[in-house]
């Protein structure tokens, strides 16, 4: 006993030393961190170099690896998040991960396999990595487009899935059998959640606040992880699965206000034990066996990937993903997941797979996770030709949005694209909205946005949207691989329009620039300059200490002159020149009164844009009387907009507003 100690020391020592190697390669390649430590323990197990030949207590760490993942899902699933997929999550997911199953299930069935043991390998296969096609979307920039979201959706019920499928499994093996056996396993399951229910609303709420107040991080992680071990306890005490009581631990703490300290507590000792999980994995899968006869473990995962592929695209088409958004979102979930694993460790301990099919099942979920990186690659390839191809039929616009011009279009209706039609409509600037996601156009229509569900990169998309009369287009999407080609078609069709789009890296300027893009604003700089800049004015640095320090940093940031960027001193301006919108109220003294009258620009130094009365913008604003209920749209200097606000509210400009700089200036 003595010398054991030591010897797990040593093994987990050159284990993790082996797995930091592989994942520094693979993360060099750009391959999910996944893949290395399966190849890691590929290295270090008893089946290739025999580095580690106890792996019995990697195994127990592995285990402990599971319990916090399964945590951590159930701190992720937010009932607001599961409500916005419920449709697409709980239809959908639902058909993809029983579809798959009873497929999969079927066809080792008719290889002679019997029905439990192909039910496991069924629910096996049905499951994807959450880790891998989640990370991989957001590498590429993919999470809020159209097959980012149903890929979302479906990982979703695929990870609440996995709770049922772990306790069908011991049933499958017929570990509990017969009528009674169900239903004592099913009023125990019932039991056990009725009372995390009542945990989650008395005792875990009261203990977490409680332990917040003591403001001790030490503390705080010792609870959640006594929350945890204890819920986990107390599931296997009942005679079911540790990780279920681990998931609805998670799911206990997802409803209280503590809920993202327990996530940033927990990620760490995740990846930890995830990483451990993984490597045990790899010491599973016999090398040398592959090598030997790697047909059938080939054969199997060029059939799973494309069956899942195929089940995930048909299953987005039906809704409402086009033909490439499909493709795009099958490549993305074709391999065997994390949670696979689970499944087969739980068949594997209750001996209802056996080590014949272990190996070519490992291996085939160690391919398909391998695989998924080129085929996501190459799925962005054949969707490029697919929507080229077979365009899909054109929305119109009504009739009530066809007769201005000189509009803006506004391609994607996100978070940025918001901001702009709402900014543009109190400007009284017409406007066009082009979106591929078929429920915010739903929406959006019945709130009388002129917004058209199609792909911008098509020209008879654009068409409908009048690009012949538009005098600008703004391109707010998060998709890079998108980005490029509507690019192109825009300066193609009209090649007067200016076209502003967003980009997440600085180091994309100069490609987009000379695709055509007029302005290329990157968020990654301009986020930056923001920060610098209200920290600054937090501080009391004057405005004109301000603005030279963010041109320093942005012309450093572009590493090109001014002069050679012809939207540079645009931008330049707009961080003295601000905009602001002003509501009269009843009270206010400028009811009754003109522009004209109050002399607010000489007053003030700020200028109305425009007045909005009833949605519609006043012809002659410097003459019309004032009422109230009038959206006043004012530019100029921070300090301008201040004297002009109190001038319309008060019936006083700010005195000296000149001189603030420099009083607020620090001593």
Sequence with gaps: MEGHGPAILSELALLFMIAL?????????????????????????????????????????????????????????????????RREALIGGTIQVVGTAALAGGLAVAFGLP?????????????????????????DGQLDSPHGRFALAVLLLQDLAVVPITLAIPLLAGQESGAGAIGLLLLKTVGLIALVLILARRIV????????????????????????????????????????GAFLAGLVISETEHRHL??????????????????????LLD??????????????????????????????????????????????LGQVGEFSFVILL???????????????????????????????????????????RHPEPVEQLGAEHKEEAGHVLIIGYGLGGRSIAKVLRALGVPYRISEMNPVTVQQEKANGEPILLGDASRPEVLEALGIHHAKAAVVAINDPHTLRPIIQV????????????????????????????????????????????????????????????????????????????????SVQELDAIELRSVILEEQDPAIGKTLVDMNLRQETGATVVTVIRERSSLLDPAHAVL????????????????SASNLLRHGKAVENAAQHDESASPQ
């Design 627 to 642: 009422e109230v209920g009038d959206r006043l749209v004012l530019t100029g200097t921070e300090d301008a907009l201040i």
């Design 205 to 244: 709420p009261w203990l977490l606040d409680r332990v917040a107040a003591r403001r001790s991080r030490e503390l705080f992680l010792l609870s959640v992880a006594a929350i945890v071990l204890a819920t986990a306890w107390l599931t296997t005490f009942a005679g079911l699965s540790p990780a279920l």
């Design 490 to 569: 825009l300066k193609r069709e009209a090649p007067g329009i200016t076209v502003l789009v967003r980009t997440r890296f600085a180091s994309d300027l100069e490609e987009l620039h000379r695709l055509g893009a007029d302005v290329a604003i990157p968020e990654e700089l301009e986020t930056s300059l923001q920060v610098v800049g209200t920290l600054l004015r937090r501080l009391g640095f004057p405005g004109e200490t301000i603005r030279r320090h963010l041109d320093e940093l942005r012309q450093e940031g572009y590493r090109l002159a001014p002069s050679t960027i012809p939207w540079a001193h």
């Design 21 to 85: 190697a592989a994942a520094l390669i693979i993360r060099s390649l750009r391959l999910p961190t996944i893949v290395g430590y399966l190849l890691a323990g590929i290295i270090a197990g008893p089946f290739a170099f025999g580095l580690l030949h106890d792996t019995s207590q990697i195994r127990d760490l592995s285990e402990l690896g599971v319990v916090l993942l399964l945590f951590s899902i159930g701190l992720e699933i937010s009932p607001s998040r599961l409500w916005e997929l």
């Design 262 to 283: 327990a996530l940033a507590e927990a990620a760490p000792f995740r990846e930890l034990f995830l990483a451990v999980f993984f490597l045990s994995i790899g010491m």
């Design 115 to 139: 029905l439990p043991v192909a039910a496991a390998i069924g629910f096996f296969i049905s499951l994807s990595s959450t880790a891998v096609a989640l990370r991989l979307l957001g590498d």
């Design 346 to 388: 739980i068949a594997s301990s209750t001996g209802l797979i056996g080590e014949a099919l272990m190996q070519p099942l490992v291996a085939t979920a160690a391919l398909t996770l391998l695989a998924t990186p080129f085929a996501s690659k190459g799925a962005e390839k054949l969707a490029a030709r697919l929507a080229a």
């Design 287 to 332: 090398l040398g066996a592959l090598i030997a006869a790697p047909w059938l473990p080939l054969l199997m995962t060029v059939v799973v990937y494309l069956g899942k592929g195929a089940i995930v695209g048909g299953l987005a088409r039906l809704f409402g993903r086009t033909p490439a958004q499909a493709l795009r979102a099958g490549a993305y």
